[in-house]
């Protein structure tokens, strides 16, 4: 049984949501406080956070930028009533790994949590990429220059270990929503956009361009060393 934490204020949405994902056979532990996410998220065992952007004292945006910060690596969905592009580059570069806007259909958000499950039990072969002063280790899922960690969301990792093991080679857009969203999906373009640039950005903060991720327009991004 999947163990999910639910943090949302709204007692109406909370209450329908804890029922619903009860009745799908989903283990729910409900909390209305932002402040209380990081004590349950990192001394409980759960497969997926499901938190609200908007919680009171912490928000569900700084508690997932928080987590990530101190090394978890749980699935995050965030859900929000923001929709704007910058909101979600927002959210994503928190940590979010997937990003849910309100109103939304329960049978999606099961979609979405039915897909992040899946992706979390896949085992990683025990593998290490080194790309110039990069160093990609699959099993640990950490991106190092040299001595130093880059830190990256589970699916900004996932990203960027597929244009590692196809470097130098495009991989189609179509490619990357299967191999990392799966066939339960409902993406845009941009939410693709948003964590390629969420990934040059700390490529950037870390390298001289030694390594970078090139746009080949109507196709898809090529990892170049």
Known sequence: MMRVLLAEDDSRLG????????QNKFSVEWITNGADIFEYAMYSEY???ILDWMMPNVSGLDACRQLREAGYE???????AKDT???RVMGLDAGADDYLVKPFEFDELLARLRALGRRSTQKIQQEVIEIGDFTL???????????????????????FDLLAQNLGVVVPRD????RIWGLERD?????????MKILRKKLMEVDD?????????????RLEA
């Open 47 to 49: 497969d997926i956070l």
């Open 209 to 221: 361009g030694s390594i970078s991720i090139k746009t080949v327009r109507g196709i898809g991004y």
């Open 137 to 159: 280790n699959r099993t640990t899922k950490v991106l190092m220059r040299k001595d130093q960690v880059i830190q990256l969301s589970p699916r900004e990792f996932q990203i």
């Open 85 to 87: 592009v910058e909101d």
């Open 15 to 22: 209450k329908l949501l804890e029922y619903m994902l009860t």
């Open 187 to 195: 993406i845009t373009s941009n939410n693709i956009d948003s964590y």
């Open 175 to 178: 490619i990357i929503l299967d």
């Open 74 to 80: 749980r699935a995050i969905i965030m859900l929000t």
